[in-house]
């Protein structure tokens, strides 16, 4: 039996901008890429939030995610019909990184960055949340003051006609 070639690969994802508002949901369609993949995951983080150069399904902004990891040679192709298959992804590219020095892979490495921006957004939103329920109840409060000066009775009075 052949041996396995297990190769370094550098894999660049990109989202719409709309995946910013659930980012873990991005992460986790990317990590079950990879895991399909048999892949290790050696670094992953959000690269940048970005103006595309073109409009790519409807899109003029996104968000990239770079991986490094290291897999199967034999398992990129499935990986990148995966990829294709997905509706949430925009684009892809998965390279070879055999060149690529271990210290910059290791210091690519944004998990708990990301991490943190993730709880940072979803208190974000919670607090967002609060306020609007606040808001729509002081503005329920203040409809019904309105809706009770209703109740008086407007008499329209017409000019006489001389």
Not at 3 to 20: C, V
Not at 61 to 86: H, T
Not at 131 to 142: D, H, K, L, N, Y
Request: with cysteine; proline share 4%; net charge negative.
């Amino acid at each position: 039996m052949p041996e396995q070639r297990i190769n370094t690969y550098e894999g660049f994802f990109l989202f719409p901008q709309a995946a910013a508002t659930d980012l873990q949901a991005a992460i986790d369609l990317v990590q079950q890429i990879l895991n399909r993949g048999n892949a290790e995951v050696l670094s992953f983080s959000k690269w940048d939030e970005r103006r595309l150069a073109y409009e790519i399904k409807g899109n003029k902004r996104g968000i990239y995610f770079l991986a490094y990891f290291k897999a199967p040679a034999d398992r990129i192709p499935v990986m990148e019909r995966d990829c294709n298959l997905s509706e949430q992804m925009l684009r892809f590219m998965i390279t070879r990184a055999d060149f690529v020095p271990q210290e910059i892979i290791e210091a690519s490495d944004g998990r708990s960055r990301l991490a943190d921006e993730i709880r940072l957004r979803s208190e974000k939103v919670a607090a967002g949340t609060e306020e609007t329920s606040r808001i729509g109840r002081r503005s329920e409060a203040e409809t019904a003051v309105v809706d009770g000066a209703d109740d008086v009775d407007d008499e329209i009075v017409e000019p006489d006609d001389e």
